[in-house]
Structures are given as C-alpha cells and as structure tokens.
C-alpha cells in the first residue's frame, strides 16, 4: 500500500485514500466530507482502476477548487508534506507510453517506463517536501497514442525543474484521482496561465528571446541616496528591501556576464544590511570567497566578492 492509493473498508462502508502511513500495520485515510481515520492495514483493502471501472463506482465526493483542464497528461503530487505520491495521470483519450527519469549532477537515473491507458494513472515515486531544495530534475518521455487514428503523435521529451515558490499555489482537484493534489500539466495543451514560469521550468514551451544583461561596475554602492531619489519618503523596512533587490539582481548580472570580482559598499550602519548581504553569499554555490574590502579605502562598509 501506498500514499495516495483508493482503499474500501472489508468490514464497513468507508473508503477513501490513503494519506499517511503511521507504521508496518496502521495507516490513516482520508473519507467523505474530508475526515481522516486510523485503520488496521488487515481491515482495508486497495481498489484498483479497472475495478473500480468494472464496477462503475464514482470518484469520491469533496468540494475543491475547479480543475485545471479538463483533458491532459499531468504530473500530480498527493499527500502530507513529509512524505508526497508523485502520479503520472492520464486524463486523455489517447494511450501513453512513457518513460521517467531523474536527472541530478549531470547524472540520469530511469524510474520507470510503461504503458498508461487513457483515463487511467500511475505510482511514480514517493519523495519528502522536507527535501524539496535537493529534488531532481524530472524528465519525461512520451508518445501519445490513439490506434483509431489516421496520424500518431510525436515522441515529447519534457523536463521539469520545480521551484518553491508559488508550488503550494498548485493546489487543485486532480482529475482521476478524486483529491487535491499539486498538479502540472505536461503536454503540449499545457495552460500557461495557471502553470506559470516561477514556479516550473516547461522546456518544452516555446523560449523567448533573452534579454541583453548588463554589466555591472565593478564597485557597487548600495546606499539607498544613489538607488533612489525618493529615499527620504521610504521607511526603514523598504529600504532594506531595496538593498537588497538591488544587490541581488546585480550580483546575478555579474555572474551572468562572467565577471570575476565585485565590490559592494553597503556602509557600517547597525549591520544589518552587511549580515544580510553576507548570509546570503555564504548559500551562493558561486561565490569562491568574499571577504571585507580594502579597509583603507572602505573601512568595514564594503564586501569584495570573487566569483567563481
């Protein structure tokens, strides 16, 4: 059994979907009208797709937001944060032959490749939000195929790399599987304006053109007089705020344009711009050092950065 599988009660009338796994014999499953109950692994049973078909039994009842699409291949994450079910769903007409990788450290690593019939979805992997900085690259392989039809798809190869921010905004009814779910669409119907850039890289979508980047000085003065001229009708907190943007978006020019050394003078003040500055550089994987600059010309109000 796993996260995210539909299950009955043997001996009663619930049933619903596994949520959380306690230990080897109990688990919690979450019922209509969203309550969630402890059972004995022994007392329920799993109900698989084509049974469920057979059967004609309808997906569980809940009230959610509305789904995405109403058609579409889509990647569905279901769970608690600590421990997610990751499902390729099929919500199409077509068939799909698929194949899923990992890609992490210019290494690729294939987790699974089968057929996937329309209507119908698949355990990919169960992978922990705790780690979500550490997640791989996802990358899919897919033909859509319909024997019925006078011309085939072609092969897509679709990558995804998630970011933290904006993917809880992905919280959504995912179809087939009857719950909420952080939900991607992944073919080439793929709705832009609910999947938007910041929080997955399609590279499958067509890219715009680059924007030319700048190139910074190789000194910065960050103090707030020369990044805005209304500085005096901004309070404390913004300024801060805009410091740091600035600093941000010119270290990530720098970077972008090869530079191998920077300088930024943020003044002494109470610190608190330099410690920001500082702790965000000790998380930079490109930074090879940085340290106070020329003191006799600076004192201790300026970083010097080495790039790598």
Request: proline content about 3%; glycine content about 4%.
């Amino acid at each position: 059994m796993h996260i995210g599988d539909r299950v009955k009660v043997i001996k009663g009338i619930e049933e619903g979907i596994i949520t959380r796994i306690v230990n080897d014999q109990i688990v919690e499953i979450e019922i209509q009208d969203g309550f969630i109950i402890p059972v004995h692994k022994k007392e329920i049973v799993v109900v698989s797709q084509k049974e469920a078909k057979m059967f004609g039994e309808k997906p569980l009842p809940y009230s959610a937001k509305r789904i995405i699409s109403e058609k579409g291949l889509y990647v569905a994450f279901s769970g608690k944060d600590n421990e997610l079910a990751c499902y390729l769903v099929n919500n199409s007409d077509f068939e799909i032959i698929y194949a899923f990788y990992e890609e992490k450290d210019n290494k690729s690593l294939a987790i699974k490749a089968d057929k996937l019939d329309a209507k119908e979805y698949v355990l990919l992997k169960n992978i922990s939000m705790q780690n979500f900085e550490q997640w791989p690259t996802f990358v899919f392989k897919y033909l859509k195929f319909m024997p019925e039809a006078d011309k085939q798809e072609e092969w897509v190869n679709h990558k995804m790399k998630f970011k933290i921010q904006g993917f809880r905004e992905t919280l959504s009814d995912a179809p087939l599987l009857s719950r909420k779910a952080y939900l991607f669409q992944i073919d080439q119907s793929i709705n832009t304006q609910v999947i938007k850039e910041k929080i997955v890289e399609n590279k499958t979508a067509p890219v715009a053109p680059a924007k030319k980047v700048e190139r910074p000085a190789q000194e910065v003065d960050l103090h707030i007089e020369k990044l805005r001229a209304d500085h005096q009708l901004i309070g404390n907190a913004d300024k801060l705020k805009i410091q740091l943007t600035a600093f941000e978006d010119l270290l990530a020019n720098a970077l972008a344009t090869d530079m191998e050394e920077i300088t930024f003078i943020h003044g002494v003040g109470n610190g608190t711009l330099k410690n920001a500055i500082h702790k965000s550089l000790a998380k930079n994987k490109n930074i090879k050092f940085f340290k106070d600059a020329q003191k006799d010309k600076f004192g201790y109000g300026a970083t010097y950065i080495r790039l790598k």
